[in-house]
């Protein structure tokens, strides 16, 4: 069963519709919810494990699509700028996900997209600014 | 078989030398036993590249037209204030130097974006940096207000002096309390959700040398990408802590005070850091060659990472407040294995000093020496060790009361 990491975005008008609801009762998808973040008259955004069948997700995410979302895979959200990483180590011990990880004999630092769900907490334990964010 | 310092220059200039770093040297002791490795190398690289709080640099910017007497007025580079309390153009600026008043610092925790390390760090880039000055005026140098561009090349001297750099050891900190909390040493999550260290352990230049038997004042380096010298001991320079049997200290110990022409150096080498709650910094790279006398410095330079002890300290409270003692003892090569365990509990690891990093400073060092670009040199002075009497003290507080001293019993 296909899994996807998405960021839905919502424009302000649809901030009161139960689109995740929809998602799951009517096209059978499953989603985990990783963040949401909903301010009043402004653009909100929750970034999603979706996994379903891909007939279920293809329908679904034209569904979502077609309502005016903006749908956009999370990884693309998430920088790591290997040129100013210093490869110290610091991020890794804060990362819930091992992401950001260690080779741990020749001490390497490196991320992994696929594995990465955007919580942030790398962004301030970076001294080196190495870990943007574009929400 | 004892050498010489100048008998392994020969060697050098020569393109004879045999070289290792202090992370290869290893392997060839434990291949060759250390009586036969002693014999046959002549230098181990040593390397770090970490956040060293205590440097600064001081710069000649020229004089203007007309002059302009800095020296006791107020002078801000990129807006970071910088010290002027020397003659007319001599300026000096510190890694830990911020703005005054500024916003972004001011909603804890702040991310201290800029400061004296970044400073330092766009300067050795090449990049233009806004010097803004009032001066008092003087007949001699009349002008009071100068506003100007300026970059390091165009300077008369800029020069990289840092005060301690180089720590011959150091704590790894954990957070004991129920809240986050913002350190030098990184994010501390509560009840020791993680620990944090900061050492280059077997690359670590003084961990190589731990009696300081070669490294002394006058010895060259490798420094923020260029050459320099260790001038002196490092402030809080601590010989006399508890050691292991080979002599490494199993705490914070030895320092070194580092200088070097700024001009040679590049910001891969010297980078701004902020320290998201507690501020900025520099990280510097800093590699030392140890020339192998005899067999006693080169067991030295085959120290381990499973080796070298530090102590978990909490920084929650203990560290704040001075409290002595160790949550306990793991080596460099549990930290390095990402996670030690505290009091019983496993806890994820995460270094502040790149290894990585320390490792290619010793492979760029090993291969000037290798080249013969880079000649050792004899230490002027040693540094004080063990016995030495030189301590690291607290402050002793006298407190002032109507501006008159008491006695304190």
């Known amino acids: 069963m296909p ?31 990783l963040r949401a973040r909903i301010t009043p008259r402004e653009w909100g955004r929750l970034v999603v494990e979706i996994s379903g069948t891909k007939k279920n997700l293809d329908a679904g995410l ?49 991320f992994d997209h696929d594995k990465c769900i955007a919580c942030e907490l790398c962004i301030p334990a970076c001294p080196y600014e190495a870990m943007q964010i574009s929400f | 078989m004892a050498k010489t310092i100048q008998e392994i220059n020969e060697k050098i200039k020569k393109g004879k030398a045999v070289v290792y770093t202090a992370e290869e040297i290893i392997d060839v002791v434990k291949s060759k036993g250390a009586k036969k490795a002693a014999a046959e190398v002549d230098v181990v690289t040593t390397g770090t590249f970490a956040p060293m709080c205590s440097s600064g640099a001081y710069f000649n910017v020229g004089h203007s037209n007309p002059r302009t007497k ?9 807006d970071i204030p910088v010290y ?22 001011k909603i804890r925790p702040g991310p201290f974006p800029y400061g004296g390390g970044h400073l330092i760090e766009d300067l050795v880039a090449g990049k233009d940096v806004k010097l ?31 005060m301690r750099n180089g720590y011959q050891n150091y704590n790894v900190a954990v957070n004991l309390s129920d809240r986050i909390i913002y350190t030098y040493m990184g994010i501390l999550h509560p009840k020791v959700r993680n620990a944090t260290y900061c050492s280059a352990g077997q690359l670590s230049p003084l961990l190589n040398d731990p009696l300081y038997r070669t490294i002394g004042v006058g010895t060259r380096i490798f420094l923020g990408g260029g050459v320099g010298y260790v001038v002196d001991r490092g402030t809080q320079h601590n010989p006399d802590v508890p050691r292991t049997d080979q002599g490494v200290p199993r705490m914070g110990a030895g320092t070194l005070a580092v200088m070097g022409d700024l001009k040679q150096m590049s910001e891969r080498w010297l980078r701004g850091a902020s320290f998201t709650g507690y501020g900025v910094t520099l990280a510097v790279g800093i590699g030392i060659p140890i020339p192998i006398l005899d067999e006693e410095i080169l067991r030295h330079t085959a120290v381990t990472d499973a080796d070298i002890v530090a102590q978990v300290v909490d920084y929650s409270e203990a560290y704040p407040n001075c409290i002595p003692g160790s949550l ?19 806890v994820p690891t995460a270094g502040l000093s790149s290894y990585a990093r320390a490792r290619e400073v ?48």
């Open chain 1, 62 to 110: 034209q569904f979502a699509t077609e309502l005016g979302l903006d749908i956009k895979p999370l990884a693309q959200d998430v920088l790591w700028n290997a040129d100013n990483c210093i490869e110290c180590s610091a991020c890794v011990s804060v990362c819930p996900t091992g992401a950001l990880s260690v080779e741990r004999k020749e001490m390497h630092v490196s």
């Open chain 1, 3 to 33: 899994t996807k990491r998405l960021t839905f975005n919502f424009p302000p008008h649809l901030i009161d519709q139960p689109v995740t609801y929809q998602l799951i009762t009517e096209h059978k998808l499953k989603v985990n919810i």
């Open chain 2, 362 to 409: 010793a492979s760029i060092l090993k291969g000037s020496v290798e080249s013969g670009s880079f000649l050792l040199s004899e230490a002027v002075a040693p540094l004080p060790s063990v016995g030495s009497g030189v301590k690291f003290r607290p402050l002793q507080e006298r407190p002032v009361f109507n501006n008159t001293r008491v006695a304190v019993d």
């Open chain 2, 132 to 162: 803004v000055a009032r001066a008092y005026g003087t007949d001699c140098y009349p002008r009071r207000k100068l506003d100007t561009w300026v970059k390091l090349e165009d300077m008369n001297e800029a020069v990289l002096f840092n």
């Open chain 2, 70 to 78: 800095l020296g006791g007025g107020t002078v801000t580079l990129n």
């Open chain 2, 328 to 346: 306990g003892e793991v080596t460099y090569a549990q930290l390095k294995s990402g996670s030690i365990k505290v009091n019983g509990k496993k």
């Open chain 2, 84 to 105: 002027t309390g020397f003659a007319a153009v001599d300026i000096l600026v510190g890694a830990t130097a911020i703005p005054d008043d500024d916003p972004r610092n």
